[in-house]
């Protein structure tokens, strides 16, 4: 094809923002000049040099994968884009890696069809950059949309990709890795009050990245987790591949439904199973202090969570508060649950099971399974359900500075031990710090752990997630926060499990170990030191199936799952 030269179409290259030309040119001289477009904005904005190469030859490469060329000025943003860092932040969850020092993509993809993905996945492979995909952005340690390797990478952005299909009669649904929890939650309400999907209650949630690393919600103590009940999925693997259950193999649907995201490929869309719900259920919350004798009421949980009716999640949210009494310091320890039945069921089976905890009908509302999600994450009642929809909404773990760690636990620990955790929380760095024990038992306990890649089942009483949040300003001295973190997690070794100590690959932390970069392989001795604490034994299979669909460690980060060399 012959460039067009004419002093026009120059002039309309100059006055393009970069891939964002003037509608009102002529679409056949806009098509034609494309290549020409291109080679002058590389030119341009990236001012050819050793660490722009691998952009330039990127950006050719999908002008010509593309089946539209004109497509990719809707589609890719650069750095000298003037949207490029908005769409960088817009769903950034964790503000600790949106900092001028965080290592940025040399470009950000977000596909509208499943070619667009497959064009930007040879291209990566092609001209040697990483690949880091992003639903919701809600990776606690960023590695959806960033790095800590000195390497080229290239995110796609599956903000686009986000449809819900659901149907009632057969119980499924189809719902698009882009789309959120709450997108998801909201179809379904729409579509029924007695279906309900066992994901986690943080709405702003991707689901793609939820369903990849487990999904722990309010239903799980009867239904499990929501990766147990995805029946089905659309996968694009290291070679552009678009594979089925059917097509993708037994080993690798194990995978993908709990063994982490960002090893084995990129999930189009998932199948899951619904489940029935109650067209009401009942939500409450009971608060103590120290005062209130919160030390023992959290001690004597430990044993009794675990063995309500799997009809009853129940959680506990400790943090340090101001006492209403004298405006003192104190710690307060929350106590919720969402329970699949009516107030006047719920209370004479707390009354039996968790008389201590002195529970009555006002502490308890009825609502619809959806409109307990809101509750559960908010603890706002009355919000309109279309607050699910909103993909920007803060909560305690969303647009804002944090650290988080996990853990599981095995026995009681004992009343000391808690009282020894206590004084940590009034450090100043605890100010908005908080440790939230869920209870296990009911379903979890049925299935077995080498089921599903997610293997903290029968056994554990509980987990915990901790996390410590600050703000913009206090950014600067970070590392006091992070340090407190450690602190706390290394009061508990002795409490939690051993051996390895388990963690949740949902709650992600470096601190626990990472991947060496190198150009060839990950190694698996690195990775068995996480890996472990992710997975325990079925980390060994994870990489069975990693060496089977991409050994050369395409789909790599941080703590993805490593070949075998």
């Known amino acids: 094809?012959?460039?067009?030269?004419?002093?026009?179409?120059?002039?309309?290259?100059?006055?393009?923002?970069?891939?964002?030309?003037?509608?009102?040119?002529?679409?056949?001289?806009?098509?034609?000049?494309?290549?020409?477009?291109?080679?002058?904005?590389?030119?341009?904005?990236?001012?050819?040099?050793?660490?722009?190469?691998?952009?330039?030859?990127?950006?050719?490469?999908?002008?010509?994968?593309?089946?539209?060329?004109?497509?990719?000025?809707?589609?890719?943003?650069t750095h000298h884009n003037s949207s490029y860092f908005s769409v960088l932040k817009s769903s950034a969850q964790n503000f600790r890696f949106t900092t001028p020092s965080t290592s940025t993509p040399l470009a950000i993809v977000t596909p509208f069809h499943a070619?667009?993905?497959?064009?930007?996945?040879?291209?990566c492979r092609k001209h040697g950059l990483q690949v880091r995909t992003r639903s919701g952005g809600h990776d606690f340690e960023g590695l959806s949309y960033t790095t800590a390797y000195k390497v080229p990478f290239v995110v796609i952005d599956l903000v686009n990709l986000r449809s819900v299909q659901v149907n009632v009669e057969k119980a499924t649904g189809w719902v698009e890795s882009g789309a959120t929890v709450g997108e998801l939650y909201y179809e379904i309400a729409r579509k029924s009050r007695t279906l309900a999907f066992p994901a986690g209650i943080g709405h702003t949630v991707g689901i793609g990245g939820q369903l990849s690393g487990g999904g722990l919600g309010s239903l799980f103590r009867k239904y499990g987790l929501a990766s147990d009940n995805v029946i089905d999925a659309r996968l694009i693997d290291a070679y552009g591949r678009i594979l089925d259950k059917k097509s993708m193999g037994e080993d690798l649907f194990w995978a993908i439904r709990g063994g982490g995201g960002g090893s084995f490929g990129i999930v189009l869309a998932w199948k899951l199973k619904l489940v029935p719900v109650p067209a009401n259920v009942t939500a409450c919350t009971v608060s103590k202090t120290?005062?209130?004798?919160?030390?023992?009421?959290?001690?004597?949980?430990?044993?009794?969570?675990?063995?309500?009716?799997?009809?009853?999640?129940?959680?506990?949210?400790?943090?340090?508060?101001?006492?209403?009494?004298?405006?003192?310091?104190?710690?307060?320890?929350?106590?919720?649950?969402?329970?699949?039945?009516?107030?006047?069921?719920?209370?004479?089976?707390?009354?039996?099971?968790?008389?201590?905890?002195?529970?009555?009908?006002?502490d308890c509302l009825e609502m619809t399974w959806a409109e307990s999600v809101l509750y559960s994450a908010l603890s706002i009642i009355g919000l309109p359900l279309e607050t699910l929809l909103n993909r920007t909404q803060k909560s305690a773990l969303s647009q804002t500075f944090f650290k988080a760690k996990s853990d599981f636990v095995k026995q009681p620990i004992s009343e000391s031990g808690f009282e020894g955790l206590w004084p940590k929380f009034y450090e100043d760095e605890a100010k908005s710090a908080v440790m939230v024990l869920v209870a296990y038992g009911g379903k979890m306990d049925e299935i077995p752990e080498t089921e599903y890649p997610y293997p903290h089942r029968a056994g554990n009483l509980y987990s915990i997630l901790y996390v410590v949040n600050w703000e913009e300003e206090e950014n600067k001295n970070s590392e006091k926060f992070m340090n407190w973190m450690r602190r706390v997690y290394s009061y508990m070794t002795p409490y939690v499990s051993k051996s390895p100590r388990e963690a949740y690959v949902n709650y992600r932390d470096l601190d626990i170990g990472t991947n060496k970069f190198n150009d060839e392989k990950g190694s698996y001795t690195e990775g068995k030191v996480w890996g472990l604490k992710y997975f325990k034994n079925n980390f060994d299979r994870l990489v069975y199936v990693k060496t089977k669909v991409d050994p050369q460690n395409f789909f790599s980060h941080e703590q993805s799952i490593p070949p075998l060399s």
């Open 1 to 77: 094809m012959t460039l067009p030269t004419n002093l026009s179409i120059i002039n309309n290259v100059i006055a393009c923002n970069t891939f964002q030309c003037s509608h009102n040119m002529d679409p056949e001289i806009k098509l034609n000049m494309f290549p020409f477009l291109l080679i002058i904005i590389l030119s341009l904005s990236w001012r050819i040099s050793a660490s722009a190469q691998p952009a330039e030859e990127f950006l050719r490469c999908l002008s010509i994968r593309f089946h539209n060329s004109s497509s990719i000025a809707k589609l890719v943003y």
């Open 115 to 123: 070619s667009h993905i497959q064009a930007t996945v040879y291209c």
């Open 290 to 362: 120290l005062e209130q004798n919160a030390t023992k009421l959290v001690h004597q949980w430990q044993s009794i969570g675990r063995k309500f009716p799997k009809e009853i999640q129940s959680s506990i949210a400790i943090a340090r508060v101001n006492s209403s009494e004298d405006g003192k310091m104190t710690i307060q320890a929350s106590y919720g649950s969402v329970f699949l039945g009516s107030i006047d069921e719920l209370i004479p089976l707390m009354e039996e099971k968790f008389p201590e905890l002195g529970l009555v009908k006002e």
